[in-house]
């Protein structure tokens, strides 16, 4: 993954910090000192410092890079610290009566100030934040990457856009994700009070239930899983899936039949280790050490629910505290 990736957008993620954030677009009022060249319709303004895009009434101009010669036309040489900009029918006194702003490109600038941020964010963290493309495992906004590492990337964004042009309130916003006392967003996620979706926790080794697929109709679901003891595998995405659908219900003889599925060496759900089992509402089979009970209700053939176990590795001899079964 390239280091240059930026975790938040920069439209609706900036705006969802800051509403008026597209007022820091660092464009500053150039002096009102404009020359005729010498050439028909051809002006210059010396010492202008710097300008990436030239604005005309708050409209961009065009950039060249070589002398203009068509209206709207500017180019701007670093070596003389000299601005040409073209326009056919104005007067010196005219262009001097006009603003012009000089700044860079409005898109191009969040863009490099998200991607900016987001290394940031890297480096401090010094830990990997992966992406995850697939739309099964992207949670409720539908992101790339996790939802708190968008909002940090968009928090400090906006404080970084914002800081040239009011530095008090930069430092209001960059405290959100991170500050001296250690309590904004970036700082818990840096002490793990929050986790990134590839990362284990007790949540993770305790199974996290997800669906797979499932019919319109079916009302049923998982409602708990057990565990005797710490899940007897590193990472499975275990897969359960209804074999015989019907109406589960206390009092009843239920004809609802379930399969579960694990790894082997050829990759995930590739192994039947609970077949055809019949659903009774108690706690019952289904992998590494741990049972699931269902909920009554509706279940179809082939709804299909994912438990994924995640687990660290502790090495031998070392010193860590644990969850305790019973």
């Not at 326009?87 to 100030?113: C, I, P, R, Y």
């Not at 500050?179 to 949540?203: I, P």
């Not at 697929?213 to 998982?222: F, V, W």
């Not at 409602?223 to 109406?247: A, C, Q």
Request: hydrophobic share 35%; proline share 3%; aromatic share 10%.
């Amino acid at each position: 993954m390239s280091l240059l990736t930026a975790f938040c957008n920069n439209t609706t993620d900036l705006q969802a910090v800051i509403a008026d954030i597209d007022k820091y677009d660092r464009k500053r009022v150039l002096p009102p000192n404009w020359v005729e060249s010498g050439t028909s319709n051809l002006y210059y303004l010396f010492n202008p410092g710097h300008v990436g895009q030239l604005y005309k009434d708050g409209a961009e101009q065009t950039s060249v890079s070589d002398t203009p010669n068509a209206n709207n036309e500017f180019e701007y040489d670093a070596g003389s610290d000299r601005l040409q900009f073209f326009m056919g029918g104005l007067s010196t006194s005219a262009m001097n009566s006009t603003v012009f702003e000089a700044g860079q490109d409005w898109t191009t600038l969040k863009t490099t100030v998200c991607k900016e941020q987001a290394d940031r964010i890297r480096s401090y963290l010094n830990r990997p934040i992966y992406k995850r493309g697939n739309s099964t495992y992207q949670g409720a906004s539908d992101r790339d990457y996790d939802f708190i590492v968008v909002r940090i990337n968009a928090i400090l964004a906006c404080a970084d856009l914002i800081r040239s042009q009011d530095p008090e309130r930069a430092d209001i916003v960059e405290a959100m994700a991170t500050s001296a006392e250690g309590d904004g967003l970036l700082d818990k996620l840096k002490r793990k009070e929050y986790v990134l979706w590839n990362e284990t926790t007790f949540k993770s080794e305790s199974g996290v239930i997800k669906e797979v697929s499932l019919d319109s109709s079916t009302t049923g679901y998982i409602e708990d899983i057990k565990l005797d003891g710490p899940p007897h595998t590193d990472y499975d995405e275990v897969r359960v899936v209804i074999s015989t659908g019907g109406t589960f219900a206390p009092g009843t003889s239920s004809p609802v039949k379930y399969d579960v599925y694990v790894k082997n060496d050829n990759g995930l759900r590739m192994s039947k280790v609970v077949d055809a089992e019949t659903m009774n509402g108690d706690y019952q089979s289904l992998a590494y050490g741990a049972r699931i009970r269902y909920q009554a209700g509706v279940y179809v053939a082939d709804d299909e629910w994912s438990v994924t176990f995640q687990s660290d590795e502790i090495a031998i001899g070392s010193v860590k505290s644990g969850q305790l079964y019973r």
